[in-house]
């Protein structure tokens, strides 16, 4: 990206507006302006003939891609990360499945390592290994445990700011006093793996947890008598529900039906295995054997989804395309939804002074270009 870059003829779409025949003006990196009509000079001019530019893609879960599994080392999760921004993911956080506390311990530094050559690696988000066996999914039972000093201590001694997200169940033994804890850290606690109702998912709440991991995965479905986590999370302004939109992980209807109910609080993202954008076929995830026929991931029994092999740019074309939602609302599903969660004020719109983080799109919604700032 050259110092002084102008994109024109295109139309501008983030959460907050969706303007036809606009600009924008990049400058060292950053957006500059945004505007319609009389453009300004600039060293580099793209005409972009109408298509559509939005704010880079934030994926805040997400295990792999390209064939490559994030937790192969340095390597794989730099090709895993680059297989996602061809499809406009810009900003990822590494998702790291329940393993036994030494591997997750070298697998932390593997993303260390890789997020210093890599702006768009934000850290990571370690699903687990605080989950409940009775819903662990796809994660190793062996690899479970309690919320109590060894995986605090993990937290606690990684490289500053490289842990971002940790998803807990909240019935577990200490799970609550962790929750003040990791919050305490400036980490973002996520509801998720979990068998909690929707008392103890408010409770979880009170303490700080902000996030629903893959809202209705993994959890108690929303019941009329027994309303579980979901509706607990929908109704409180803090939380983010994250949302697996691959037609396979939850039904079309009940995703409109959270995207609707609570707009801006949901957040697309991919729960991505190594298979995403790459062939079908044999797979590990963590120390799991995944078989994947048609895009589907599922365990050797069959049965359990193992991840998904979707990308970001197919689940903002599915909810435009397939349930109808408005281009900007989409498009702020995948970020400035997942910004906000993070609390990260330089991505997510397309604004002056944020990072010119870009997504040129068809008018399908199929992703043309992709542009990652490199300023960090
Ligand atoms: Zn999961």
Not at 223 to 232: D, K, M, Q, S, T
Request: proline share 6%; aromatic share 2%; hydrophobic share 45%.
């Amino acid at each position: 990206m050259t110092a002084d870059l102008l994109l024109t003829g295109a139309r501008v779409v983030d959460a907050r507006r969706d303007l036809p025949d606009a600009w924008v003006r990049v400058h060292n990196g950053l957006i500059a302006e945004v505007g319609t009509g009389l453009a300004p000079r600039a060293s580099e001019r793209i005409d972009l003939g109408g298509a559509t530019l939005t704010p880079g893609l934030i994926d805040l879960h997400v295990h792999g891609g390209g064939g490559h599994a994030f937790d192969d080392g340095t390597d794989a999760i730099t090709a895993g990360v680059a297989a996602h921004r061809r499809h406009g993911t810009t900003a990822t956080l590494v998702s790291l499945v329940s393993s036994p506390l030494d591997v997750l311990r070298r697998q932390l530094t593997h993303v260390a390592v890789a997020r210093r050559s890599d702006p768009a690696i934000l850290g990571v988000h370690l699903e687990g290994p605080c989950l409940s066996p009775a819903r662990r999914g796809a994660h190793d039972p062996g690899a479970l445990a309690l919320p109590d000093g060894p995986v605090l201590d993990l937290v606690r001694d990684a490289e500053p700011g490289l842990v971002r997200q940790v998803t807990l169940a909240p019935e577990l033994p200490g799970a609550l006093d962790a929750i003040t804890e990791l919050t305490a850290l400036g980490i973002r606690v996520a509801i998720g793996h979990t068998e909690a109702d929707y008392a103890l998912t408010r409770e979880a709440i009170a303490r700080g947890a902000t996030l629903l991991t893959h809202a209705l995965n993994a959890m108690p479905a929303i019941g009329h008598r027994l309303p579980g986590p979901v509706p607990a999370a929908l109704e409180d302004d803090r939380v983010t529900l994250e949302l697996i939109l691959d037609g396979v992980h939850v039904h079309p209807a009940v995703a409109r039906m959270l995207l609707t109910s609570a707009p801006r609080r949901v957040a697309l993202i991919t729960d991505a295995m190594a298979a995403a954008a790459h062939a079908d076929g044999a797979y590990r995830l963590g120390e799991l054997d995944v078989h994947v026929a048609d895009g589907r991931a599922l365990l050797d029994d069959g049965v359990t989804i193992a991840g998904s092999t979707l990308t970001l740019d197919r689940a903002v074309r599915a909810a435009i395309v397939d349930l109808g939602l408005a281009a900007s609302d989409a498009v702020g599903a995948a970020t400035s939804v997942p910004a906000a969660a993070l609390g990260d004020p330089a991505r997510g719109l397309l604004e002056s002074g944020m990072r010119a983080d870009l997504v040129a799109w068809d008018a399908d919604w199929r992703v043309r270009k992709v542009w990652l700032s490199p300023s960090s």
